[in-house]
């Protein structure tokens, strides 16, 4: 135990005494939930849009001054057909499209019904939301204005059409995905360079031949990084909670119960790297990149996992981290428990204890 | 009590059996022996270290240490051996006490405990106890290393190359401190590729290629060395070398410090005379030839020739 316990304090001396190590651990979270923060912001102020206007009446040019004094927009020009538009979109100069059809006042005015259309790139879901969301309101506020003093009220009907990406998957909620990610890379590039260095500075053949067992160095080396990554954990939710305002609705001990076992998962996979590379370049590169595709691509924050074809979607299912979003958008945001996630939590706990019995079996105790 | 260490017919091969490493090599190290094993860079030396201290398996051949079988045993035997590999193997980031701590505690031991057997070697780096390893010059790691294989009180101690890269004053006591290991009971295998370094140990194992050239004791390797040498000088030392070459009666002739080694062929051992005036011909000034007593390392030489 005692070996044990100053092999631990000795990984920290490692830890703090390296830039590097320390630049992944707490640099790379908060350079992240930052850069996902406020450069990849989803929030819109002057896209460009195009009107098509038919019917050219009252109505159709109080809604559109509306719309031109809208922060959020700026009216590029009325384009007077269709097909106008279409060429718009394709050269991708703008976002969304609205299309007054012909005798829209007198449709109002006469059947109290009119219907405006409302066309967007959805290849952009998260602005694509947001601007028809907008449009909505600008039109509903003025149908409001309109039914202020008339007692059978008149409705506009929006009718949204999303071009390209019509089931609109994409997430704002980025702070679960960008968790996952920072474990994922900060966890297995920790570990395995942590590993490889020993071997590669010639230290692990001095630990070898030694009472100490090959499988207390396996884990003197994880305990340390766990500790730190939940300590990462806590500053991820911070910054998320306090900078970025992402409400934390869920059960705070079911979310760090999860996330030990995500982090232990990306241990394993640390583990699993360094038995099989023996530089510290290598295993940096294949934890980084390797493991930063994968997460980014398969756990759906970034990319709808719908979307892609389906063998991508199958090798999505072996991507711990993809279970992990899910469990952790459910808990964090809609706020809700265990039953809710049981089934994903089963799979990472397997997952978990899979990966770390692997790496387990594949740490040689000798050299070759 | 049984031998050191032993080895009987220990191959061991790298890339699928491509690269030979060693080849059938067996010797024994006996109980309280300073035993150093002799060759030159790449002749398979730390690959035997590396079979002793249970970090590679052997492909035929069974070794034993402190009488424990490498192979099945390997767990008792990382507990009672102390190994200082070829390359500075400590944490540079940590101090020289916090070093000497850490091995300690992982030997499940104290520094105090054994500080007797450190004492001589750890007080002269005890002042630096607080710098980082890696700001350690050459000689003072090689202590440093050789208090942290040693502070568990090791049966069996192993120093792979532990004076490569190490000044010749720091070699010196570096022997030294070895020889006075030897006088407290413990066991030492060590490699060198310095040949002058050989007469320090009791007995040597001479090795090139994978392949043992010869075991015995320094004196008796030197004493075995067949034939007589002369040590050749003249003022022209480059063309001398292949002047002394094309003489009939040479079989070796090589740079030597600031002279030639120079063996005649077996039957034309009188030819001295014969080549001063063979070289006066060829317009040599200054020529000196005399006898000398042949080194281990003119021995390793020769034997290499053999070999080939």
Not at chain 1, 14 to 23: C, E, Q
Not at chain 1, 26 to 32: D, K, N, S, V
Not at chain 1, 308 to 329: C, D, E, F, G, R
Not at chain 2, 155 to 181: I, N
Request: net charge neutral; with cysteine; charged share 20%.
């Amino acid at each position: 135990m005692k070996q044990f316990l100053v092999f631990v304090r000795k990984e920290f001396y490692h830890v703090f005494r390296d830039k590097r190590t320390l630049l992944i651990l707490f640099g790379l979270p908060i350079a992240q939930v930052l850069l996902f923060g406020f450069a990849l912001t989803t929030e819109i102020k002057n896209a460009q849009i195009v009107v098509v206007d038919y019917s050219k009446d009252v109505a159709t040019q109080q809604i559109i001054t509306r719309i031109a004094a809208s922060p959020y927009f700026s009216l590029d020009r009325e384009v007077l057909s269709y097909a106008d538009m279409e060429r718009a979109f394709r050269r991708g100069k703008i976002k969304c499209a609205v299309v007054f059809p012909p005798h829209f006042n007198e449709d109002l005015l006469h059947g109290h019904k009119a219907q405006v259309q409302i066309i967007a790139d959805a290849s952009d879901p998260n602005t694509d939301r947001t601007l028809s969301n907008y449009l909505n309101a600008i039109i509903g506020e003025y149908q409001h204005d309109l039914n202020a003093n008339i007692p059978v009220p008149y409705q506009i009907k929006t009718e949204i059409t999303m071009l390209y990406n019509p089931e609109m998957n994409g997430s704002m909620n980025f702070i679960p995905g960008v968790i996952a990610l920072v474990l994922m890379i900060a966890c297995t590039t920790l570990t395995s360079v942590s590993i490889v260095r020993e071997k590669e500075m010639g230290t692990m053949e001095v630990l070898l031949v030694s009472p100490f067992r090959p499988l207390y160095v396996i884990l003197s080396k994880a305990v340390p990084y766990l500790a730190l990554s939940l300590m990462n954990f806590t500053i991820i939710l911070l910054l998320g909670v306090f900078l970025l305002d992402v409400p934390i609705r869920g059960n705070l001990v079911l979310l760090f119960a999860e996330s030990l076992f995500f982090i232990l998962s990306c241990l394993s996979f640390g583990l699993l790297i360094s038995s099989f590379t023996s530089s510290q370049q290598t295993a940096m590169m294949i934890s980084m990149m390797g493991m930063m595709l994968p997460t980014i691509l398969f756990t759906g924050f970034l990319f709808p996992i719908e979307n892609m074809p389906w063998p991508l979607q199958v090798i999505s299912n072996i991507v711990p981290a993809k279970w992990y979003y899910s469990i952790m958008k459910t808990v964090m945001l809609k706020g809700l428990g265990i039953t809710a996630v049981w089934k994903e939590s089963l799979v990472l706990v397997g997952m978990t204890c899979a990966l770390l019995a692997i790496s387990l079996k594949s740490f040689k105790i000798r050299l070759a | 009590m049984p031998d050191a260490v032993t080895l009987e017919g220990i191959t061991k091969t790298y890339d699928k059996g491509k690269v030979v490493a060693v080849k059938d090599v067996s010797f024994t190290v006996k109980q309280g022996e300073l035993f150093g094993l002799i060759g030159p860079d790449g002749a398979g030396k730390s690959t035997l270290f590396r079979i002793l201290t249970t970090l590679l398996l052997p492909d035929a051949g069974v070794a034993t240490v402190a009488g424990l079988d490498t192979t099945r045993d390997f767990r008792k035997i990382r507990a009672c051996v102390g190994y200082m590999p070829g390359r500075f193997s400590l944490y540079q980031d940590l101090s020289v006490a916090e070093n000497l701590n850490f091995f300690a505690t992982l030997f499940d031991t104290t520094v105090e405990a054994n500080y007797a057997l450190i004492r001589d070697i750890y007080e002269q780096i005890k002042p630096f106890s607080t710098r980082r390893a890696g700001k350690l010059s050459g000689g003072m790691k090689q202590k440093l290393a050789l208090c942290c294989a040693l502070v568990h009180k090791p049966d069996v101690l192993f120093l792979d190359e532990p004076t490569t890269g190490v000044d010749a004053v720091s070699r010196k006591e570096f022997w030294d401190m070895l020889k006075r290991l030897k006088e407290q009971g413990i066991s030492i295998l060590v490699s060198t590729p310095y040949m002058d370094e050989a007469n320090l140990c009791e007995r040597i194992a001479l090795i090139q290629n994978g392949k043992i050239l010869s075991i015995d004791t320094p004196q008796q390797i030197i004493r075995d060395y067949p034939g007589k040498l002369y040590a050749v000088r003249s003022g022209s030392m480059h063309k001398l070398l292949a002047d002394t070459r094309s003489f009939p009666g040479t079989a070796s002739s090589y740079a030597f410090g600031q002279y030639l080694h120079l063996a005649f062929t077996p039957g034309r051992e009188g030819s001295a005379a014969n080549l001063e005036k063979y070289l006066g011909e060829r317009g040599h000034s200054g020529i000196e030839i005399e006898e000398i007593t042949a080194s281990v390392e003119d021995r390793f030489i020769q034997l290499m020739g053999n070999d080939r």
